[in-house]
């Protein structure tokens, strides 16, 4: 029987994550974990833990005595964060790595995801229509931790056999959930001011274009790409995939269609830098032959979903 942990359940992706992985499988079967005391309110319909990933003994004994098959491990510094604290970034988002490709290595566990970045790509990246195999040199952290750890995903996978799965995200646009400390993150609260002041303003400047995909899309092909048969997964790296690419101005743009007096302005900071060593646009013809990943959601319907949706009471 599947038996399925989320670390990092409280985050962008685990929330989403979780309410659709218990809507397929059953509550019981699905278990959120997280930082916090409290199971977090979207998800508190299933079993909850609190579990830091840094604690190597308690997540193996966990793991192990409650004879969990697969793992999500979501828990990580986002890109903007990680910044500020680049040795507690890369010691997180690489620990907590070892620890669960460990545990599959030992078959202690049947199959894991990890997820990987558009982050791991930098300035001397192909900016256009990015490839799957290209020049890597990340500029942040957070980008090299992800380089790293796709490299280490894929030699436990020739090396011991280990079903690991990942996906390197681009931007998530989401109104379920509220982002973490990305570069993307303007791209979810551009809506959430849009609803509440009709203005705002954005610290990418109004001409960069970054990929970027609605949440809906992104859990849809975490879980197709969990669920199909292994022998689809041919790259053991991490499979970029792609939704639409868009700019803070094109954004604005889409939400003035649906809300005339909407205002934005420019005001560029630190994260201007890390989203110009990223790229523009996304090939992602692997994913598509590979294991049938299609995107649902382009950038019009994207932001009619979101202005749809997005309710201000949650603004934090």
Known sequence: MKKVLIIGAGGQIGTELVLKLREMFGNENIIASDLKDECPSLIQDGPYVKMDIMDRAFVRNYIIENKVTEVYLLAALLSATAEKNPDFAWRLNMEGLFTILDLAKEKHLQKVFWPSSIAVFGPTTPRVNTPQYTVMEPTTVYGISKQAGERWCEYYANKFDVDVRSIRYPGLISYKSLPGGGTTDYAVDIFYKAKETQSFTSFLSEDTRLPMMFMDDAIRGTIELMETAKENVKIRSSYKLSGCDITPAELANE?????????????????QAIADSWPDSIDDSEAQEHWGWKPNFDAKSLVKTMLENVQVSAVK
Request: a negative charge; aromatic letters at 18%; charged letters at 30%.
């Open 255 to 271: 939400i003035r269609l649906h809300m005339p007096d909407f205002h934005i302005d420019y005001a560029p900071d630190f994260r």
